[in-house]
């Protein structure tokens, strides 16, 4: 059996000690390799060292243990963190887990339980590694296309959970949906699952590492199309920070061929990472004067940010004439080509969000001019 090479990473000399007397017991299955007295100096002996396994104090000098522990999982992913503490409670364990630490000892420890803990953390995380590897070319790059507008009300939820089921349905594409309008969203309402679980409980679990810890959480709509829900409660936005909707993005995209999100009507930091990350995002409007005013401004929002006219794509939704406004009309308005109209067909539409039934799926209606407008405009984001 290969030795486990070990670094030990604490600021009190006394414990660094006593655990290395623990490990040299038996010899024949570690290898101690470093020790560390600050945050910052695990990092830069890492490196060096090469180590399996860093046995990291949550409270260190410099870098604190969860800190450092973030920067080792992001730098150095084959690095087992196992992160030592006086502090028992869930809270310390929660974050632990958040910043990527591989499990969590309380001080003081049983020896024996120490050197098990090590041992059966270090092989969970190489298998993981090893199943990582023999699928690393199965691996997916998925095509981020997001739904954006700068005003409530103009149905672009609807538009995102239609076009992400219109989607799943071509030459089986896997297909997810975030619900990223992380104070307000209701697509857990438009496929009658109220209760279900969300974004919140992946992070407050602890799960963002890796696509087999977040499965769970998903809600298979169909065999290629999974949905990602927003919390039920607004507060709990404060809770999701941009750092794990960025590794859970990244877990994604290995797994998908589609990433559909739906965000806030907001240019949060959360949502212009979103924005900024990708390959096409949908601006949403409708025929009303405000509507279309506050779109006019989104779009030099859009233009500030840098980004191009193959970026950005305008939708007009509910499109009617009965508003005195044609397509030549809006064209003019915003020196911006239309790159779909979805009708206005009220008759259809809104029974299908109050029954929770996304009229995507219902075969009949594939015959109505909503349904053809929108599978139109996804056949031009299948390429």
Request: aromatic share 8%; hydrophobic share 40%.
């Amino acid at each position: 059996m290969q030795r486990i090479k070990v670094l030990i990473a604490d600021d009190m000399k006394e414990t660094v000690d006593l655990i290395r007397k623990v490990l040299n017991i038996e010899q024949e299955n570690f290898e101690i390799v470093g020790e560390a007295y600050n945050g910052e100096e695990v990092l830069k002996l890492i490196p060096r060292l090469k180590p399996d396994v860093v046995l990291m104090d949550i409270n260190m000098p410099k870098l604190n243990g969860l800190e450092a522990t973030e920067k080792i999982t992001t730098e150095f992913p084959t690095v087992t963190v196992i992160i030592m503490s006086v502090q028992g409670e869930n809270e310390y364990l929660r974050k632990a887990m958040l910043c990527g630490a591989k499990e969590y000892i309380v001080k003081p420890f049983n020896y024996n339980a120490l050197l098990e803990t090590i041992k059966v953390t270090f092989e969970k995380n190489k298998a993981r590694s090893v199943n990582l590897v023999t699928t690393l070319d199965e691996a997916k790059n998925a095509k981020i296309i997001t739904y954006f507008s700068s005003k409530g009300g103009v149905g672009k939820s609807v538009l995102a959970l239609n076009s992400a089921i219109t989607l799943s349905k071509y030459d089986e594409k896997k297909v997810l949906l975030m619900d990223m309008d992380l104070q307000f969203g209701d697509i857990s309402m438009m496929v009658n699952k109220y209760n279900a679980k969300t974004i919140l409980d992946v992070i407050d679990d602890g799960q963002v590492e890796s696509f087999e810890n977040i499965k769970p959480y998903l809600y298979g709509h169909n065999k290629n199309l999974d949905i990602l829900f927003a919390p039920s409660k607004p507060e709990a936005v404060e809770f999701i920070g941009l750092g794990s909707i960025e590794k859970i993005l990244k877990v994604f995209q290995e797994s998908y061929d589609y990433i559909i999100i739906d965000t806030g009507i907001n240019f949060s930091e959360t949502t212009l990472h979103i924005l900024d990350n990708s390959e096409r995002i949908l601006f949403v409007s409708t025929m009303e004067i405000v509507s279309l005013k506050n779109t006019k401004l989104g779009l030099q929002v859009m233009e500030s940010l840098g980004y191009d006219k193959d970026k950005v794509k305008l939708i007009i939704n509910k499109f009617t004439t009965s508003y005195g406004i044609d397509k030549k009309d809006v064209q003019e308005a915003f020196k911006h080509e239309i790159f779909a109209m979805i009708p206005h067909e009220e008759n259809i539409v809104t029974p299908s969000i109050n029954k929770g039934e996304p009229y995507s799926d219902n075969p009949k209606h594939q015959k109505l001019k909503v349904w053809k407008s929108l599978d139109t405009m996804c056949k031009q984001l299948n390429y």
